[in-house]
């Protein structure tokens, strides 16, 4: 497992945009698979973005407005979003898949490890 501290959350206007970033350590160079996950009150935990090594993947609700990046060098993963609407408002949390094989699965259970989360509040 790794340790992962996530920053960047805050409040925005419906259309503007906001950045977040996870810091991992020790490392992310061995890590198969980092994604976003957010959660709204009242709601299960949703998928996000993922990225692994063959690139990155969505959900419908964020496509072409999200951004997932990662820099292993600097052991950080970012999520730019773009066009924020109401619904995306929620608790935004960065997560690692650290075992051998990844198979693209977006079931938050099959991530070992979890940042504490940061606060997204959209207002339209």
């Known amino acids: 497992q790794v340790q992962l501290v996530e920053s960047g959350g805050g409040l925005a206007q419906a259309g503007g945009s906001l950045r977040l970033s996870c810091q991992a350590s020790?490392?992310?160079?061995?890590?198969?698979?980092m994604a976003w996950f957010r959660q709204a009150p009242g709601k299960e935990r949703e998928f996000v973005a993922s990225?692994?090594?063959?690139?990155?993947a969505y959900p419908e609700s964020v496509k072409g407005r999200f951004t997932i990046s990662r820099d292993s060098a600097k052991n950080t993963v970012w999520l730019q979003m773009n066009s924020l609407k109401s619904e995306d408002t929620g608790v935004y949390y960065c997560?690692?898949?650290?075992?051998?094989?990844?198979?693209?699965?977006?079931?938050?259970?099959?991530?070992?490890?979890w940042g504490p989360g940061t606060q997204v509040t959209v207002s339209s």
């Open positions: 020790p490392d992310t160079f061995s890590i198969p698979a």
């Open positions: 997560a690692a898949f650290t075992g051998r094989h990844y198979t693209g699965s977006v079931r938050d259970t099959d991530f070992d490890s």
């Open positions: 990225i692994t090594d063959r690139g990155p």
